[in-house]
């Protein structure tokens, strides 16, 4: 299953895609079908937390030192090879709303080390 937003890249192969706004009740039933989860810092990282649920969450914008929980496997992106511009963020390190402009990767493998994350799962 993947969660997204209306306009994300659906992940080849997943099965069901809910990319429509869905309540809280929603979400977390959704993390208690699932046997693994691949989350970012978002509502369903805290709820997994909450629930029990150990979870891979990956961090690119904010520090699961102040926002994560032991209970994940926390994996960090890896710092940038160049210094972004970011004139549209001013509350996180990243604005949250897809500034493509503002993201300081040139490749999707630039971000996280690939081997990590599969072996967290």
Not at 35 to 46: A, E, G
Not at 53 to 68: D, E, K, N, R, Y
Not at 90 to 116: N, R, S, W
Request: charged share 15%; aromatic share 10%; hydrophobic share 40%.
């Amino acid at each position: 299953m993947q969660v997204c937003r209306t306009d994300s890249q659906v992940i080849q192969g997943v099965d069901e895609v809910f990319n429509q706004p869905l309540s809280n009740m929603e979400l977390f039933s959704i993390l208690k079908v699932t046997s693994k989860r691949v989350l970012i810092d978002s509502c369903l990282q805290h709820a997994a937390a909450a629930l029990n649920l150990p979870s891979t969450v990956l961090w690119i914008a904010t520090s699961p030192i102040q926002f994560g929980y032991m209970l994940h496997t926390n994996v960090v992106a890896n710092k940038p090879k160049h210094e972004p511009k970011l004139p549209d963020s001013y509350l996180f390190d990243y604005q949250f709303h897809g500034m493509m402009h503002e993201c300081p990767y040139a490749t999707v493998e630039e971000i996280f080390d690939i081997k990590t994350v599969i072996e967290s799962i």
